[in-house]
């Protein structure tokens, strides 16, 4: 019976001088890889690669055929022959974009974001471009009319992780809950389905989402806190910083930004030009 | 015989530094800008988070284990519809992705049946999911007993349900605990996707404070370790447990 050796023996698979050899060889040699390659530089590219979500209607989206378009697009192609460099879209969630731009994965971000005082320690922004606001977007038979009857215990609000509604329903909703959700969707069937009694977003995209949903919902419009959106770049890359200001300037002069309202944002221009709000580039 | 504890030691300080040595080489070349000062502030958050998962995850756990034992059984079952039934729910759990049907459970089921937890929501969907997989496992377990086996049972008058009890299960248990230990990890993971209907879990909690801080990988390391901390002892607890049945049977 002693003849047998059990399954477990260690010594079957591996002599200790063959273990004490394979580990000492194994760490050379990973020093030798780390350290030799340590050294690299970083490359540069000749592509402007412009980071977005696709996932924003009008302003960044995909047609029929999944190619992006939208406002965003454009002005990242407009900025793109301004400067003589091939632009490269790059379909990202709103809430990695800055890390991707601190990482050096993307040079820019055109993705309708507004430039706050906490994301501008992170990277800088551009002059802005689009001026709007945050407001609400509640149930029809929803008694909220305001951002204070939003605010009381009981009450739920929708949010999308990561945007300016997101960080204002963090500093300012006290007593009532805030969810936070990924999809602009799912916050809009939260209100539709009175799970939540508002979500908290801009005014065009609040517009929007009140026309699909009519029988259901209910926008208010009246905005609460004004944002501006603006072009992000990278800290360290401040030589192109100059450029980026001087193609708005210039794209504004030339009409570019109207044109563009008027391809894409032609219904909310009306309704907005007829309730009052300020809409602009 | 174990090896030598020297020589134990030796080697798996070895192992361990090399992985050390190729995480520290990627995130040498990085070049990132570490603000651990930021996320810091924000522990609590990642804490309440960590002990969602845990409460949702031991829910689900529980529950999954039941309905993947009936499931499980009712393959078996002597009546028919019982046995397509199963067959049914078990083909359209396991061919679906978790994203689709916690939103289809949440918005459409739940919402007709005027559920209006969500937490009860997840864990339920968790562990209709997970019950599919460990049925599966618990199916592979019985049937690797051996038909002689039974005949043996059936010689010695057992009954159907003694069968079980004394010959079938000892035996199953030891098959299906590496798959099921392996089953409960991902549900583990799994529970991060619960995020999607607001959650406000582990995943969820980290990527808030990401969104906030913009320190992706601050928020998202400690969320690496904190699930790790959770799978690791289902891993060690069921290597333990195969051991302990090893010779049982």
């Known amino acids: 019976m002693n003849m047998i050796v059990h399954k477990s023996d260690w010594r079957i698979r591996s002599s200790p ?19 030799s390659v340590a050294s690299c530089s970083t490359k540069t590219r000749e592509k402007l690669v412009v980071g977005m979500e696709l996932a924003y209607p009008p302003f960044e989206t995909t047609d029929t055929q999944g190619n992006p378009t939208g406002v965003s697009v454009d002005l990242a192609r407009a900025l793109g022959a301004h400067l003589g460099r091939e632009i490269e879209i790059q379909n990202l969630p ?66 999308k992780l ?95 930004f109207e044109e563009l309202g008027d391809r894409y944002l032609k219904e909310q221009k009306q309704a907005f030009r007829q309730m009052g709000f300020p809409f602009y580039f | 015989m174990p090896p030598p504890w020297p020589l134990r030691l030796v080697n798996l300080g070895a192992a361990f530094f090399l992985i050390v040595l190729l995480f520290y080489f990627s995130f040498h070349q990085l070049n990132y ?44 079952s002597r009546w028919l519809a019982l046995r397509y039934f199963s067959k049914i729910y078990i083909e359209i759990v396991r061919g679906t992705p978790l994203l689709v049907q916690i939103l289809i459970f949440f918005y459409v089921v739940a919402d007709a049946f005027h559920v209006e937890n969500r937490y009860l929501v997840g864990i339920l969907t968790l562990a209709c999911f997970s019950g599919a997989y460990i049925s599966e496992i618990i199916r592979a377990g019985i049937e690797s007993v051996g038909k002689s086996q039974l005949e043996s ?65 601050e928020s998202y390391i400690p969320l690496a370790i904190g699930y790790l ?7 060690m607890w069921t290597r333990h447990l195969e051991k302990r049945h090893r010779f049982n049977t």
């Open chain 1, 17 to 35: 001088i063959r273990s004490w050899l394979a580990a000492g060889s194994l760490l050379s040699l990973l020093s030798v890889l780390v350290f």
């Open chain 2, 229 to 235: 901390l959770l799978t690791l002892p289902i891993s």
């Open chain 2, 33 to 76: 800008h570490w603000n651990w000062a930021s996320i810091y502030e924000y522990r609590a958050k990642f804490v309440q988070g960590w002990i969602t998962t845990i409460l949702i995850s031991a829910s689900s756990l529980g529950l999954s284990t039941g309905i993947g034992l009936f499931f499980a059984l009712a393959q078996r």
């Open chain 2, 153 to 217: 049972a059936k010689a010695i008058g057992l009954t159907r349900a003694q069968t079980y009890r004394f010959v079938i299960f000892p035996q199953a248990l030891r098959q299906t605990l590496p798959p099921l230990a392996g089953q409960f990890v991902s549900l583990i993971k799994d529970s991060s996707l619960l995020s999607i209907i607001s959650i406000s879990e582990f995943t969820l909690n980290a990527r808030e404070v990401n969104s906030s801080t913009f320190s992706t990988l």
């Open chain 1, 94 to 159: 709103f809430d990695g974009l800055i890390p991707a731009l601190k990482t050096g994965k993307i040079d820019l971000v055109i993705s309708s974001m507004t430039a706050t005082a906490e994301r501008a320690q992170s990277i800088d922004f551009s002059e802005p471009y689009l001026k709007t606001g945050l407001c609400l977007l509640v149930g029809t038979n929803s008694a909220v009319n305001s951002q204070d009857d939003l605010d009381q215990a009981g009450k739920t609000v929708a949010v």
């Open chain 1, 162 to 256: 990561g945007t300016t509604g997101h960080t204002f329903a963090t500093r300012q909703i006290k007593r009532a809950k805030v969810l936070v959700l990924d999809k602009e969707d799912a916050c809009v069937l939260e209100v539709v389905q009175g799970k939540a009694d508002a979500f908290i977003y801009d005014q065009m995209s609040t517009f929007k989402n009140w026309q699909r949903n009519p029988e259901t919902t209910r926008p208010i419009l009246k905005p609460f806190q004004e944002e501006s959106w603006a072009i992000g770049l990278r800290k360290a890359n401040k030589d192109l910083m100059p450029d980026v200001n001087r193609f708005l300037q210039d794209f504004r002069a030339r009409g570019g």
